[in-house]
């Protein structure tokens, strides 16, 4: 079944294609950049803070995509015993958490001139922390535990116990009275958002999965590279 | 013109600073993750060349090994 995962000719299509992802990340960022910086309309409410929506919004996005994609990597290592998910899984947390990083920092920022405040222990914003800490959880047992199969089996328990905390963050707005605003863009309902904001944030949306799958194929080419190592300390 | 981009009805900062504390985080990222790929391969480089000729000739026959030699003298160059 998993045949396709050969190490080998996995790391040719990794290391092969990074050049080419950087080079497309560039052009699609700057594309977003001017877009989301200059050319899309200011909102009537908000005026021109709503542009820092075009880093916030994917940015969350992002994170919370990764983490359910970890949480599917991390069942399949406890199923299939397959040392290819946990790989993939540990080069994923990285850019994941970066995100997260970005869309707490953003959204403080956006929420000073938007609520007049920087922070407040608001539902989406306190799970959006907590999604923060699995996520450095998960980096810090790789860091800390040197056994391999017991820090498999831990970090991927981290992720699993961290995936309850996804429909928290998802429905948070619709299950509490809080500061942040409901869905704009549902998949199963009307779109709030018009055009002229929409395809910037697709573009931005499109660059961040870019700069996460830039990373994630760097990252993948080092944890290939590190077991090599490994194999050439035993001959 | 260029005060109005600045400013943006005084949100400026606000805005400027999200989208240049999302610019330092991608470049961060982007510069650790590549000195941690180069430093591995350089590690590679070094264990392989310790090898003695058959070893590495074994070692070649695969993909893998052959790939990561590759890409390290690209990366040299």
């Known amino acids: 079944m998993f045949n396709f995962f050969n190490l080998g000719k996995l790391f040719q299509i990794t290391s092969r294609s990074t050049k ?19 050319l899309s309309p200011e909102d009537y409410k908000q005026s021109h803070s709503v542009r820092i929506m075009y880093v916030h919004v994917p940015a969350a996005w992002m994170a919370l995509g990764i983490f359910s994609m970890m949480t599917f990597l991390s069942v399949g290592t406890f199923i299939f015993k397959n040392k290819k998910f946990y790989l993939v899984s540990k080069s994923l947390a990285p850019s994941g958490f970066i995100f997260n990083i970005i869309a707490l920092i953003t959204g403080s920022i956006w929420g000073k001139p938007t609520w007049g405040t920087w922070w407040a222990w608001d539902a989406r914003i306190t799970s959006m922390l907590i999604l923060a800490l699995f996520y450095f959880m998960y980096l810090l047992s790789w860091k800390i ?10 970090s991927s328990l981290i992720i699993i116990v961290g995936a309850i905390n996804l429909p928290i963050i998802k429905f948070s707005v619709n299950w509490w009275n809080t500061l942040h605003q409901g869905p704009s863009l549902k998949i199963m309902g009307e779109t709030t958002i018009h055009s002229s904001m929409l395809i910037p944030l697709g573009i931005m949306t499109a660059a961040f999965a870019l700069f996460s799958l830039l990373i994630f194929l760097m990252k993948f080419n080092t944890e290939m590279i590190r077991i090599k190592n490994k194999g050439l300390d035993r001959l | 013109m260029i005060n109005e981009i600045i400013s943006m009805n005084g949100y400026g900062p606000y805005v400027w600073s999200a989208f240049m504390f999302t610019i330092v985080s991608f470049v961060s990222l982007y510069l650790v993750t590549k000195l941690q790929l180069l430093k591995e391969q350089k590690k590679y480089i070094a264990k392989f060349g310790s090898l003695s000729e058959a070893k590495t000739a074994v070692l070649r026959e695969q ?15």
């Not at chain 1, 080419?20 to 200059?38: D, H, K, M, N, R």
């Not at chain 1, 535990?145 to 831990?154: A, D, L, P």
């Not at chain 2, 990561?68 to 040299?76: E, F, P, Q, W």
Request: glycine share 2%.
């Open chain 1, 20 to 38: 080419y992802v950087f080079i497309l990340f560039i052009i699609v960022l700057t594309i977003g950049l001017s877009e989301a910086l200059f």
């Open chain 1, 145 to 154: 535990i040197e056994n391999k199969n017991t820090v498999i089996k831990i």
């Open chain 2, 63 to 77: 993909k893998i090994n052959r790939e990561i030699l590759l890409k390290s003298v690209i990366t040299k160059i």
